[in-house]
């Protein structure tokens, strides 16, 4: 099978008819051989009656309904897990995406080479409120993740080969960053194409502002567990003895010069009256505790089992 199409959906009934008609267009002027898997992440519209309609008229729609919503990543990781296209194309249910951009995007992967491709919606069609913190949030997604060329990391719109979906997993909210696990797990040929956005056409947008907060954090915690997912101590241990033996060598300060001041006949203060001596045991407690915490995170990743699950690309025998 050429193509892959999936498509998480909430509450997009009046949508999905035209779009199933766009891709089905698409896909028949350039023959290819296709399936969509339309994820029905717990729409409380009649998306699923809509689903099974469209399933009627074309085996090729093939759909998934959750009892209840779970979110967009639950909803990829889902449909990439039934896959079964050589290259997976993901997009939006509310036709902001355009279906006609499929085959280029199918050509980067199976004649270009790509990995992932990722569309970039150079011309948007929405508010400033949306457009300014979209701009600062992939200007730092760039930054953390190391991947230069990419300018949209949030589209829906993206092609993939089908091994790249079969080795990562998408969880949580990490569908914004999915080029950065693709990344992570050897897959380094990451391609970015301009593609054309539509203005929304039935319904309201799903995400709030709230989602430009959530995607900061989840960046930050992609970006530890990369760099110390299975090397906690690295982090907590280095952190945690530097911590420690600042406050110990504050200890040492504050004590040699009360004992300078009596060695010399100075008047002097007790330890315990020197705040210097509060911090520097409060710095001494807190870098056992990250000390402490660090071992824990090695006991942890010692016993986990994707500790060896690597990624290997060619073997001979």
Not at 23 to 42: A, L, P
Not at 147 to 157: A, T, V, Y
Not at 309 to 316: A, L, M, V
Request: hydrophobic share 40%.
């Amino acid at each position: 099978m050429d193509i892959s199409v999936i498509v998480p959906l909430y509450n997009e009934a009046e949508s999905l008819p035209e779009l199933t008609a766009w891709i089905e267009r698409v896909m028949e002027e350039n023959k290819f051989s296709y399936e969509i898997w339309f994820i029905n992440d717990g729409s409380t519209d009649d998306s699923w009656q809509v689903i099974e309609s469209l399933r009627e008229k074309n085996s090729r729609v093939k759909g998934v309904k959750f009892r209840r919503n779970y979110g967009k990543s639950p909803a990829l990781y889902t449909g990439f897990q039934r896959a079964e296209g050589d290259v997976v194309i993901t997009m939006d249910a509310d036709l902001q995406d355009s279906p006609d951009e499929i085959p280029e995007l199918y050509r980067m992967i199976a004649v270009e080479g790509y990995d992932l491709v990722s569309g970039w919606k150079k011309k948007r069609y929405d508010p400033l409120s949306k457009t300014i913190p979209t701009k600062l949030f992939n200007a730092t997604a760039r930054k953390v993740s190391g991947i230069k060329n990419l300018h949209d990391f949030n589209c829906g719109l993206k092609a993939y080969k089908k091994e790249v979906i079969k080795n990562i997993e998408v969880y949580g909210d990490m569908h914004r960053y999915i080029p950065y696990l693709a990344k992570n797990a050897g897959y380094n040929k990451i391609g970015e194409k301009a593609v054309h956005h539509q203005a929304r056409k039935y319904g309201k947008t799903k995400f709030g502002l709230d989602r430009f907060v959530n995607g900061y954090l989840d960046l930050i915690t992609l970006w530890f567990f990369s760099r110390f997912g299975v090397k906690p101590m690295h982090f907590f241990g280095l952190l945690g003895s530097l911590m420690f033996f600042l406050g110990l060598i504050s200890v040492i300060v504050v004590g040699a010069n009360k004992l300078y001041c009596l060695y010399n006949g100075l008047p002097y203060r007790l330890v315990t009256d020197s705040p210097y001596f509060y911090l520097a045991l409060t710095a001494m407690i807190l870098g056992t505790q990250l000390f402490l915490a660090g071992f824990l995170g090695e006991l942890i990743s010692r016993n986990s089992s994707e500790r060896n699950n690597y990624q290997i690309e060619t073997e001979f025998k």
